[in-house]
């Protein structure tokens, strides 16, 4: 026989009905919870700060100079950095900070464009190739595999034979292949969501394919496509900076950070400098865009949610 329990031992719980309802922590959308988690690593918020302040400097620093990056004064030529020129001087006497402005604004053209460009042609090729999927998406990923293939360098080259060396080819072969990766990622999250329930939804109430993709599949990929997107943009300054180094990119008299690192190359022994300056700046812009872009996939991954 059991042994029966003291109700006295108990005492009845009060709920305020107040109290049940009451909000303990704001509700917050996809976007603000990934924000809260960026701002809550340093490293990637350092690194943004650093890349707005290349950008501020780099789009208007030369408006405040009074040097140009194409006036030779071959009197004022290896000059070593000084009040009057900051980070010395050329073989031709022209003043390395402002050409380093220049070259930075090359590599960060070069490389935002690219970016825009793999997000623009990337998301529409790979959005409709794992849409429809089928003989659709064989086709289409085989033309991605193609190009895939094919180095940059030798897109340049065959441009460079055709329209010769330039900026304008650097952007042509940066289109031509950087997309190609976007694409694949796109295909694949457009794959895992389409047999979801809201797709189903959308489509049950009228909703054509094209809606479908733009309004409701995109969306619901946009983390990964962001971090791709930033991530290639280092890639692509490496690439403008490679190229430009070799003698394939911009022409003289214009400033990249790869021409001032190759005209620096034969006399960096003597005047270090040349050499220092444009390649520590190639340094720290690619070194920013990688940390922030791993503090951007850190808080884009809903895996990281707390």
């Not at 990637?44 to 780099?58: D, E, G, K, Q, R």
Request: charged share 15%.
């Amino acid at each position: 026989m059991s042994e029966r329990i003291d109700s006295r031992l108990f005492e009845p719980l009060t709920v305020d009905k107040e109290e049940i309802n009451k909000i303990v922590r704001p509700n917050l959308t996809y976007w603000q919870d990934a924000w809260r988690r960026l701002k809550q690593n340093k490293v990637a918020i350092i690194s943004l700060v650093i890349l707005v302040l290349m950008i501020i400097i780099a789009v208007f620093g030369p408006m405040f100079s009074k040097y140009d990056y194409r006036t030779n004064d071959l009197a004022g030529g290896n000059q070593f950095p000084s009040a009057e020129h900051w980070f010395g001087t050329d073989e031709l006497g022209r003043d390395l900070f402002v050409r380093n402005l220049y070259g930075t604004r090359i590599s960060l053209a070069v490389g935002i464009g690219a970016a825009f460009l793999e997000f623009f042609i990337g998301v529409i090729y790979g959005g409709i190739s794992g849409y429809y999927g089928g003989n659709v998406d064989n086709i289409m990923m085989r033309i991605v595999d193609v190009l895939f293939s094919v180095p940059t360098v030798l897109y340049v080259i065959l441009l460079m034979v055709v329209f010769g060396s330039g900026l304008k080819n650097i952007f042509i072969a940066l289109g031509i292949s950087y997309w190609v990766g976007m694409a694949r990622i796109v295909r694949g999250q457009m794959l895992a969501l389409k047999q979801q329930e809201f797709v189903l939804a959308a489509r049950a109430l009228g909703a054509s394919n094209r809606r479908i993709i733009l309004r409701h599949l995109v969306p619901n990929s946009m983390g990964p496509i962001i971090v791709t997107a930033t991530m290639a943009i280092p890639s692509a300054i490496f690439t403008e900076a490679f190229l430009s180094f070799i003698g394939l990119g911009v022409s003289a008299p214009m400033a990249s950070l790869g021409v001032l690192c190759n005209d620096a190359i034969i006399t960096y022994r003597t005047y270090f400098f040349q050499l220092l300056f444009p390649a520590l700046t190639l340094c720290i812009m690619m070194l920013a865009f990688n940390l922030f872009g791993d503090g951007l996939r850190d808080a884009l991954d809903p895996k990281m949610r707390k």
